[in-house]
């Protein structure tokens, strides 16, 4: 399958408790986001990846941690979930070079989580 | 700061009425923009961008945008909207030398038969 592939797409936990959000891409490209999307916030930003083993904070980073080991997965991590996470989550990817696919997102599906 | 900012948090229209959701930004470079849509229960899809040149652009569904530079917006229209439109409407702000896109709030299109 081409495209961006979130998993699991909906999930239900409880305060505390360690989650783990995959995101898995077969456009092999260089940049991968992760956002939240949350009533009147619209998306903001938790992390992005330039590379492999190369991430970097967004505007909502605290609670969340990220990993790339490999071009094609983007990980988020919970390190114990909040009530204040329930939210929506998107991966996004962007290729490089110029020309008409330059700067364009392209989003997954998204994984709705639930922290009760 | 840098910004986006949609002032119309929910619209409706009938089918076949016009539409023209808004969008002003604050940004220090020149400025990329897009917009994006997003049907229940979907990821977001790109509408259209401008990145230069004509300022007036077409996207897919029929919509269209314009650029304009003294206002900083980047309003979008559609001439007659079908009841297939209804979702939310995501404008968006980059630039040549970011790697991250500005989010609006996005506006929430309703449409009435």
């Given at each position: 399958d081409a495209g961006i592939t979130q998993s699991p797409r909906h999930k239900v936990t409880e305060t505390g408790t360690p989650v783990t959000l995959r995101c898995h891409q077969t456009?092999?490209?260089?940049y991968m986001y992760w956002y939240r999307q949350d009533p009147g916030h619209g998306l903001r930003l938790i992390h992005y990846s330039y590379g492999v083993k190369d991430t970097d904070k967004g505007?909502?980073?605290?609670?969340y941690s990220v990993s790339r080991s490999k071009t094609e997965d983007f990980l988020l991590t919970l390190e114990s979930a909040t009530s204040s996470q329930t939210s929506v989550y998107f991966c996004a990817t962007q290729g490089l070079g110029?020309?008409?696919?330059?700067n364009v997102l392209t989003f997954g599906a998204g994984s709705r989580l639930t922290v009760l | 700061a840098q910004s986006v900012t949609q002032p119309d948090i929910h619209i409706t229209v009938s089918e076949g009425a016009s539409l023209e959701l808004r969008c002003n930004y604050s940004y220090g470079a020149t400025p990329y923009l897009f917009w994006y849509v997003q049907s229940p229960g979907q990821g977001l899809q790109l509408l259209l961008k401008y990145f230069?040149?004509?300022?007036l652009v077409q996207g897919i569904k029929g919509f269209e945008a314009e650029f304009k530079r003294s206002q900083s917006s980047f309003n979008l229209r559609k001439p007659s909207v079908h009841w297939s439109d209804a979702a939310e409407y995501f404008c968006a702000v980059g630039a040549a030398n970011t790697d991250k896109l500005i989010f609006g709030t996005g506006t929430r299109l309703q449409v009435f038969p």
């Open positions: 456009e092999n490209h260089r505007e909502v980073s605290d609670g110029m020309g008409d696919g330059a | 230069s040149g004509d300022t």
